[in-house]
C-alpha cells in the first residue's frame, strides 16, 4: 500500500467517526400529538375562567341593554321611569325576582318561581311595591299569562300516545283533581265557612298540578328508567288535561259569579264554554297546517305568531264577553293541533322553533308572575287562623289525590306508582296566575260588592300562596332525589351486572389456576 492509499483510508474512517457522532448526538424528532380539530398545535388548558366566561358575558350582555333600555325609557316617558316612578318600581321587582331565581337554582336546584314568590311578598311587607295599586295593569297582564305557559305546555302533547293511552290520561288527569276538588270546597264550607260557589271556586284551582315544576326531571330520569314507559308524555299529557279541566272550570265559574246576565244565558254558557274551546282551537290549530306554507321563507317565525296571536285574542275576546274558560282551553287545543300538523312537516314535538320561542317567552313572564302575586300577599298572615286551618286541608287534599292517582296506576309497579304521586304533588303556575283574579274583580267592580266577598277572595290568595310554598319544593325534592330508585336507572344496572361479570371471570380464573396446580 502506497502512501496515497494510507491517507484515503484516513480520510475515510475520520468521515465515518464524524457521522456517528453526528448521529448519537442528533436530538430525536418528537411527533406532536394531534388535536381533535387534526392540528398538530399544542393543545393549551383551559383557565377556570374561561369555563364560565360565556355565562360571564351573557349576562353582561344583559345588564348593558337593561340600564340602555332604563336610560332610553327614563328620556321619552319621564318622571314615571326615574327612581321613584310607578313603572321603575314594577320593572325593578321584577330584575330582582328574575336574579334572585337564578341565584337559589344555582344554590339549591330549587324552582327559581320561589324565590320570584319571596321576593314580591318582600317588596309588600317593605313597602316598596303593593299590586293593589297597580291593578289595571295586573289584570292585562294575567289575560297574557295563560297564553303562554298553556301554549309552551301543550306543543309537547302526542296525539299518537293519547290515541293509544287515553283511558289512563283521562283518569290519571281527572280522578285526582275531581276528588281534590270536592274535598277542598267541603273543607272551606265546613271550616271557613265560604258559600259552595266560593269553595268550588278554590278548589278549581287548587287542585292544578304544575308539570312545567318537575318536567325537566321527569324527562331526565325517565329517559334512564328500567321499564320502557314514556314517561314524559305521560306525565305531560295527564298533566296537561288536569290544567285544562283548572283553567276551564275555574273560568266557568268565574263567569258565572262576576258577570250579571240572564239565568237562562249564564247557564247556556257554562254547559257550552269548554266545548266551544276546544273546538275553536282544533279548528285554528289544523288551519296551522295550511298557513303558512311549509316553503314559505320564513315559515318558522309565521307560524310563532299564528299560534301566539291567535291565542292572545281568544283569551282576550272570551274574557270581553263573559266566556271565561274558553279561551285558555282553545289555546291548549290550538298549540297541541298545531304541534300534531307540524309534526307531519318535520318539526319535532317540543324541539322546534315554536317551543323554542315560547320558553324565551316564558322565561321573561315567569318571574314577573310570581313577583306580582307575591306582592298581594301580608307577611304577617303567616300566623292567622286561615293559614292554620289551610295546612290541614292541604294536607288532607293531597292523602286523597296521591290515592286516587295512585289507584289510576293500575299498570305500573309499586315503585313506578310512587314516582307518579310524587310528579303529582307540586302546586304552582296555576294557581300563582289566577289566585289574585277575585280580589282584582271585586275591587275594580263598578257597582258596590258584598263585603264578605273582599275576605273570600283574599283568604283564597291565602291559601293558594300557602300551597305554592309548600308543595312546590316538597314534590320538586321528592321528584328529584328518589326519582333514580324509583325507576330503577339503566346505569345502575348495568354497573351491577359489569361487577358480577368482572367476579364472575376472577372466580372462574381462580379456579382453572387451581385446577392446574392439582393437575401438575
Not at 317540543?350 to 321573561?364: I, T
Request: glycine share 8%; hydrophobic share 50%.
Amino acid at each position: 500500500m502506497n502512501e496515497h492509499d494510507i491517507l484515503l483510508v484516513q480520510d475515510l474512517s475520520a468521515r465515518g467517526e464524524s457521522t456517528a457522532m453526528r448521529e448519537k448526538n442528533r436530538t430525536p424528532i418528537q411527533i406532536k400529538p394531534l388535536d381533535q380539530n387534526g392540528s398538530g398545535d399544542k393543545v393549551r388548558k383551559k383557565s377556570r375562567f374561561s369555563k364560565y366566561q360565556p355565562t360571564v358575558v351573557h349576562y353582561v350582555t344583559l345588564i348593558i341593554i337593561g340600564i340602555i333600555s332604563w336610560g332610553l325609557l327614563c328620556c321619552a316617558f319621564g318622571e314615571e321611569w326615574f327612581w321613584q316612578g310607578k313603572w321603575f318600581r314594577l320593572v325593578a321587582v321584577a330584575v330582582v325576582a328574575w336574579g334572585s331565581g337564578l341565584l337559589l337554582q344555582e344554590a339549591t336546584t330549587l324552582p327559581p318561581l320561589l324565590a320570584a314568590l319571596i321576593t314580591g311578598m318582600l317588596a309588600r311587607h317593605f313597602g316598596f311595591l303593593d299590586m293593589h295599586d297597580h291593578m289595571h295593569i295586573d289584570s292585562f297582564l294575567r289575560k297574557i299569562y295563560p297564553v303562554i305557559i298553556l301554549g309552551k305546555g301543550s306543543l309537547a302533547w302526542d296525539y299518537n300516545y293519547i290515541r293509544v293511552n287515553w283511558r289512563q290520561v283521562m283518569l290519571l288527569g281527572g280522578a285526582p283533581w275531581t276528588a281534590e276538588v270536592v274535598v277542598l270546597a267541603t273543607c272551606t264550607h265546613l271550616l271557613l265557612g265560604f258559600p259552595w260557589m266560593w269553595g268550588f271556586l278554590l278548589g278549581s284551582v287548587y287542585a292544578s298540578v304544575s308539570c312545567p315544576v318537575i318536567m325537566p326531571l321527569v324527562q331526565k330520569h325517565g329517559q334512564r328508567a328500567r321499564n320502557p314507559v314514556n314517561w314524559a308524555q305521560l306525565v305531560c299529557t295527564a298533566g296537561g288535561l288536569d290544567t285544562a279541566l283548572s283553567v276551564g272550570i275555574y273560568g266557568v265559574l268565574f263567569s258565572f259569579m262576576f258577570y250579571e246576565t240572564h239565568d237562562t244565558y249564564r247557564y247556556a254558557k257554562a254547559c257550552l264554554a269548554l266545548v266551544a274551546g276546544v273546538t275553536l282551537g282544533v279548528c285554528w290549530g289544523g288551519l296551522a297546517r295550511l298557513v303558512p306554507g311549509p316553503a314559505d321563507r320564513y315559515v318558522a317565525e309565521l307560524r310563532v305568531l299564528f299560534v301566539l296571536l291567535g291565542g292572545l285574542l281568544a283569551n282576550f275576546f272570551t274574557s270581553v264577553v263573559g266566556w271565561g274558560g274558553t279561551g285558555a282551553v282553545a289555546v291548549l287545543a290550538c298549540n297541541a293541533t298545531a304541534a300534531h300538523q307540524w309534526a307531519k312537516t318535520g318539526w319535532k314535538l317540543n324541539q322546534n322553533p315554536a317551543a323554542g320561542a315560547y320558553r324565551v317567552l316564558w322565561s321573561v313572564c315567569e318571574p314577573v308572575l310570581f313577583a306580582f302575586t307575591g306582592s298581594y300577599f301580608v307577611m304577617r298572615n303567616f300566623a292567622s287562623e286561615t293559614m292554620l286551618i289551610g295546612l290541614g286541608m292541604l294536607a288532607v287534599g293531597l292523602a286523597v289525590r296521591l290515592a286516587i292517582a295512585a289507584l289510576m296506576c293500575w299498570n305500573l309497579n309499586a315503585r313506578e306508582t310512587m314516582f307518579v304521586c310524587c310528579t303529582w304533588i307540586p302546586k304552582s303556575i296555576v294557581e300563582a296566575v289566577l289566585c289574585p283574579l277575585p280580589i282584582i274583580t271585586v275591587a275594580m267592580s263598578p257597582e258596590p260588592r258584598d263585603p264578605h266577598e273582599t275576605v273570600y277572595a283574599n283568604q283564597i290568595m291565602m291559601l293558594l300562596v300557602q300551597a305554592i310554598l309548600i308543595t312546590t319544593p316538597v314534590g320538586f325534592l321528592l321528584t328529584n332525589h328518589l326519582g333514580p330508585l324509583l325507576l330503577g336507572h339503566k346505569q345502575t344496572d348495568k354497573k351491577l351486572a359489569c361487577e358480577n361479570d368482572a367476579d364472575f371471570t376472577k372466580r372462574k380464573s381462580t379456579d382453572e389456576s387451581f385446577s392446574e396446580v392439582v393437575r401438575l
